[in-house]
Nanobody, 120 residues
Framework: QVQLVESGGGLVQPGGALRLSCVGSGFTISGREMRWYRQSPGKERELVATITSTGGTRSYVDSVKGRFTISRDNAKNTVYLQMNSLQREDTAVYYC?????????????WGQGTQVTVSS
């Protein structure tokens, strides 16, 4: 069965940190661009961070630049999102996404999401 499973979410105070993990099973994430999205109730899903297949290039939405770091370990079939200096506006369900292995071949995959709540 093909799965992406996120973990590491939870409740944290403003200024705190969390590290999210996303583990693929039933397929390999190598060769795929990996992304983290987030969504809050009543809001559109937002692309937070992207990492290329080799990890050579990373990109972030402006609101998290300097605070979040996306990384990957292809040997562990895992992508991470280190979130530092968390603020209330970071509260959301965070989703892992595995991009298509090529422009037209294959499928992208989505995780089930993990809740991140930033509150004092």
């Amino acid at each position: 069965q093909v799965q992406l499973v996120e973990s590491g979410g939870g409740l944290v105070q403003p200024g705190g940190a969390l590290r999210l993990s996303c583990v693929g099973s039933g397929f390999t994430i190598s060769g795929r661009e990996m992304r983290w999205y987030r969504q809050s109730p009543g809001k559109e899903r937002e692309l937070v961070a992207t990492i290329t297949s080799t990890g050579g290039t990373r990109s972030y939405v402006d609101s998290v630049k300097g605070r979040f770091t996306i990384s990957r370990d292809n040997a562990k079939n895992t992508v991470y999102l280190q979130m530092n200096s968390l603020q209330r506006e970071d509260t959301a369900v965070y989703y892992c996404n595995a991009g298509r292995p090529s422009l037209y071949a294959g499928r992208e995959y989505w995780g089930q999401g993990t809740q991140v709540t930033v509150s004092s």
